[in-house]
Nanobody, 121 residues
Framework: QVQLVESGGGLVQAGGSLRLSCAAS????????LGWFRQAPGKEREFVAA????????SYADSVKGRFTISRDNAKNTVYLQMNSLKPEDTAVYYC??????????????WGQGTQVTVSS
């Protein structure tokens, strides 16, 4: 079992940056693949980024490649999402997700409560 708590959301102007953090409980953090999803109003939840259990490999949605960076710190039981060059279309609730294993699946077992990111034009 792992519990995930996101922080770092807020209101930012287009072109600005935010860093989201997701703190996880439990002593087996390094056993989990981790990632971020987002859901905009009236839209389905979509994948944003993921990092493998080992932290050596990452993947991104095409819409955020080159602007967002996912990283993990196993010593702090935390995963981060650095978001640069934000656009109004990045406005959404961002969710941290995790599952046991090397890679993040399309249906992770564990979810955080979400943090709102709003990008103004």
């Amino acid at each position: 079992q792992v519990q995930l708590v996101e922080s770092g959301g807020g209101l930012v102007q287009a072109g600005g940056s935010l860093r989201l953090s997701c703190a996880a409980s439990g002593r087996t953090f390094s056993s989990y693949a981790l990632g971020w999803f987002r859901q905009a109003p009236g839209k389905e939840r979509e994948f944003v980024a993921a990092v493998r259990r080992t932290g050596g490999s990452t993947s991104y949605a095409d819409s955020v490649k080159g602007r967002f960076t996912i990283s993990r710190d196993n010593a702090k039981n935390t995963v981060y999402l650095q978001m640069n060059s934000l656009k109004p279309e990045d406005t959404a609730v961002y969710y941290c997700a995790a599952n046991m294993g090397v890679v993040l699946t399309t249906t992770p077992s564990y979810w955080g409560q979400g943090t709102q990111v709003t990008v103004s034009s």
